[in-house]
C-alpha cells in the first residue's frame, strides 16, 4: 500500500520560515519524481517545485529563491525548506509521486502565514 505523510505546516508570521517533509511507503521512492504542490481556497492546485530522481529541480517563479525541494532516498522522504513566507504562500500543500502514468497523493499539511 502506497503512503504519502506530509507534516511541518502550521502558522507562521511574514518573513518566517517552515520545513515540510513527505515520508513516502510502497513505492521505490529513488526513482520516483518528486513534487509539492498547493491549493489556497478559491484556487487552482498550482505545483511549487518538482525534484527528479537524478537532482534536477524546478520552480514555481512565485517561490523561486525562497523555497528548496530535497530529497533523502535513504528515508524515502521529499523536504521543502520555505523562507521569507508571505501572505500569498498560505494554502494546503500535497506532496505527490510520479512515475510513468502513475501517481500518488498525501493529504496535505495547512501553512498559514499571518501576523
Known amino acids: 500500500q502506497v503512503q504519502l505523510v506530509e507534516s511541518g505546516g502550521g502558522l507562521v508570521q511574514p518573513g518566517g520560515s517552515l520545513r515540510l517533509s513527505c515520508a513516502t511507503s510502497?513505492?521505490?521512492?529513488?526513482?520516483?519524481?518528486m513534487g509539492w504542490y498547493r491549493q489556497a481556497p478559491g484556487k487552482q492546485r498550482e505545483l511549487v517545485a518538482i525534484m527528479f530522481s537524478g537532482g534536477l529541480t524546478n520552480y514555481a517563479d512565485s517561490v523561486k529563491g525562497r523555497f528548496t525541494i530535497s530529497r533523502d532516498n535513504a528515508k524515502n522522504t521529499v523536504y521543502l525548506q520555505m523562507n521569507s513566507l508571505k501572505p500569498e504562500d498560505t494554502a494546503l500543500y500535497y506532496c505527490k509521486a510520479m512515475l510513468g502514468g502513475r501517481e500518488y497523493w498525501g493529504q496535505g499539511t495547512q501553512v498559514t502565514v499571518s501576523s
Open positions: 510502497g513505492i521505490m521512492f529513488s526513482i520516483y519524481i
